[in-house]
């Protein structure tokens, strides 16, 4: 199981930018595809991206393609969300995790970390 630790969110205005990052404290971390999940109060958790674990390709939800960036390193086991133009449409606790090799908007896990608050004022 690989164990997350999200950090970077915050409170930013709408049309600025944010950086999220994900820390895995595992040795195999470099072995997974991860993406990043988000959930809003009194709505599902949604899929928001996903990275190949070689860094060599990516997918985003229709909602943020064009505005967000993932990344990985994976000498540092770390995964990255780089939040450009965000809208209060953004505004959720965002999680990273592990996805299916096979199905990258499917967890691999069913546990998940604390997730870091990003709000977007109007």
């Known amino acids: 199981q690989v164990q997350v630790v999200e950090s970077g969110g915050g409170l930013v205005q709408a049309g600025g930018s944010l950086t999220l990052s994900c820390v895995a404290s595992?040795?195999?971390?470099?072995?997974?595809?991860m993406g990043w999940f988000r959930q809003a109060p009194g709505k599902e958790r949604e899929f928001v991206a996903a990275?190949?674990?070689?860094?060599?390709?990516?997918s985003y939800a229709d909602s943020v393609k064009g505005r967000f960036t993932i990344s990985r390193d994976n000498a540092k086991n770390t995964v990255h969300l780089q939040m450009n133009g965000l809208k209060p449409g953004d505004t959720a606790k965002y999680y990273c995790?592990?996805?299916?090799?096979?199905?990258?908007?499917?967890?691999?896990?069913?546990?998940w970390g604390q997730g870091t608050q990003v709000t977007v004022s109007s």
């Open positions: 990275i190949h674990w070689s860094g060599s390709s990516a």
């Open positions: 595992t040795r195999t971390f470099s072995k997974y595809p």
């Open positions: 995790t592990a996805v299916d090799s096979a199905s990258w908007f499917t967890p691999l896990f069913h546990s």
